[in-house]
């Protein structure tokens, strides 16, 4: 499960990764933080399907909000060896 928190810090922004399990808690597995304050990171997140074949679930992350900042997407890909 994938957890944006755009406002966080200045608006920096955060996405939190759970893993889940049988044994899942409510501490996130991967915190993930923006680069700038106002990136507003985080504003949209969802997994990606499997984008690199390898048989994981991916996620994707977007920052930035507004005309006046940089918008981007990240786009994690996980696997045994990340």
């Known amino acids: 499960m994938i957890v944006g928190a755009y406002g966080y810090y200045s608006?920096?922004?955060r996405a939190y990764i759970y893993f889940g399990g049988p044994a899942m808690?409510?501490?996130?597995?991967?915190?993930?933080?923006?680069?700038?304050i106002?990136?507003?990171y985080?504003?949209?997140v969802s997994t990606a399907g499997d984008v690199n074949g390898d048989g994981f679930s991916d996620v994707i992350v977007g920052a930035g909000i507004s005309s006046?900042?940089?918008?981007?997407?990240?786009?994690?890909r996980w696997?045994?060896?990340e």
């Open 11 to 13: 608006n920096t922004g």
């Open 25 to 36: 808690n409510n501490t996130a597995d991967l915190i993930m933080s923006g680069e700038t």
């Open 38 to 40: 106002d990136s507003y």
């Open 42 to 44: 985080g504003f949209s």
């Open 68 to 76: 006046g900042f940089r918008q981007s997407v990240y786009i994690f």
């Open 79 to 81: 696997g045994i060896n």
